[in-house]
Nanobody, 124 residues
Framework: QVQLVESGGGLVQAGGSLRLSCAASGTTFSRYGMGWFRQAPGKEREFVAG????????YYTDSVKGRFTISRDNAKHTVYLEMNSLKPEDTAVYYC?????????????????WGQGTQVTVSS
């Protein structure tokens, strides 16, 4: 099991930027694929971005392509989500998750460890 703690959420105006961080502990972080998910009020949790254990491949949902960037620093046991050109529809609780298969692809069932979430609010 891996323990995950997100940080970096907050309130930002539309068009602004935020950088989310997710610190991992408890196991061999570098073997895990990592992902970011989000859940808005009244909506299901959705995949936002994922990255393989090597960092060589990334995945994004269509609505954030070109605006969000996922990256990882295995030496620091941390995964990041750089969010630019934020829109009000990006408002949600953002969750970091770990995928023991190492793939980090948008298959929710592969993500077995989750953080507590961090709130991102984008005002218009």
């Amino acid at each position: 099991q891996v323990q995950l703690v997100e940080s970096g959420g907050g309130l930002v105006q539309a068009g602004g930027s935020l950088r989310l961080s997710c610190a991992a502990s408890g196991t061999t972080f570098s073997r895990y694929g990592m992902g970011w998910f989000r859940q808005a009020p009244g909506k299901e949790r959705e995949f936002v971005a994922g990255i393989t254990w090597t960092g060589g491949t990334t995945y994004y949902t269509d609505s954030v392509k070109g605006r969000f960037t996922i990256s990882r620093d295995n030496a620091k046991h941390t995964v990041y989500l750089e969010m630019n050109s934020l829109k009000p529809e990006d408002t949600a609780v953002y969750y970091c998750a770990a995928d023991a298969t190492g793939r980090g692809h948008p298959v929710v069932a592969d993500f077995g460890s989750w953080g507590q979430g961090t709130q991102v609010t984008v005002s218009s």
